[in-house]
């Protein structure tokens, strides 16, 4: 393997690039946590550190899009819900959950890696009620998407970014709706 070859297969490190994407990570979760604070519920979840260096250090890829994020935690949070007042925590139930969730992401076209821990999270730590797809799934995930899209577009704007604002309030929309129906069901 000659040097050219070598050096197009490895990215070449930008310190602008590095420093510029930690930032960004280092508020999308700082504003969580605040939030957090501020509501007086957890408002954080191991996933959305994945998601950040998702949403900041690669958001050219279609994991990044605020679709992908929102869509992704939410659809597997919703499967991990499912599986845990279903048939409880169990080898099974994780096995289950985490399959079902990955092909929900790909089915809906909204692949988003880090959001396949989400059923695992849940199952680990039960009893949840539904009020967990509000809290913190829903809201992290929104916070993080808006706060990627703002620093893509003021911060650093050499960066691309797919989604405008209108399809994440678009998003964040048709969230609602599900979560209202699915709650309406879960007390009949």
Known sequence: ?????????????NL??????????????????????AAG????????????FIAFVIPDSAFARPKSIIGGHLFSSAVGLFFLHLLGPSPLSFALATG??????????IQHPPA??????????????FD???MPVLSGSIVLALLAKL???????????????????NSCVKSQLFLRRLTKQSRI
């Open 100 to 109: 079902c969730a990955i092909a929900a992401m790909q089915l809906l076209r």
């Open 1 to 13: 393997m000659n040097m050219t070859t070598r050096k197009n297969r490895y990215r070449r490190l």
């Open 41 to 52: 519920m957890p408002a954080l979840m191991p996933p959305l550190g994945a998601t950040c």
């Open 116 to 129: 396949a821990a989400d059923p695992l999270l849940i199952l680990l730590q039960p009893p949840l009620s």
């Open 151 to 169: 620093f893509h577009t003021l911060i650093a704007p050499h960066r691309y970014y797919r989604i405008g604002l209108f399809h994440i309030a």
């Open 132 to 134: 967990f797809l509000l």
């Open 16 to 37: 602008k690039r590095i420093i510029t994407s930690s930032l960004g990570a280092t508020l999308g979760i700082a504003s969580i946590a605040y939030l957090s604070l």
